[in-house]
């Protein structure tokens, strides 16, 4: 929410609301939040406001921009003796 605040802001040229942290915070977050869903959170953002955030089965909510996924495992078919004893220490 941070970031669209303030890339709002940005957008908009109301550059005297912000300090240099809220600055330095939306040049970081730019490269890292550059994705297609992240646009399209924005875009609904701006019609309307915080509700974009809301769960995407929530009356109004866009279903496009929900982003599911499952975490899977795998035993790898290798060991990392090269390493010693330190694999796996950090």
Excluded: I, K
């Excluded at 940005?10 to 869903?37: G, I, K, T, W, Y």
């Excluded at 019609?47 to 929530?58: E, M, N, Q, T």
């Amino acid at each position: 929410m941070r970031y669209f605040v303030t890339r709002r802001a940005v957008e908009q040229n109301d550059l005297a609301q912000l300090s240099v942290a809220d600055l330095n915070h939306f040049r970081e977050a730019r490269h890292r939040l550059a994705d297609p869903l992240v646009e399209t959170r924005y875009a609904r953002w701006l019609v309307v406001g915080d509700r974009a955030f809301d769960a995407p089965d929530a009356p109004g909510a866009d279903a496009t921009t929900a982003c599911h996924g499952h975490f899977v495992t795998r035993p790898l078919p290798f060991t990392y003796d090269q390493f010693g004893d330190l694999a796996g220490v950090s």
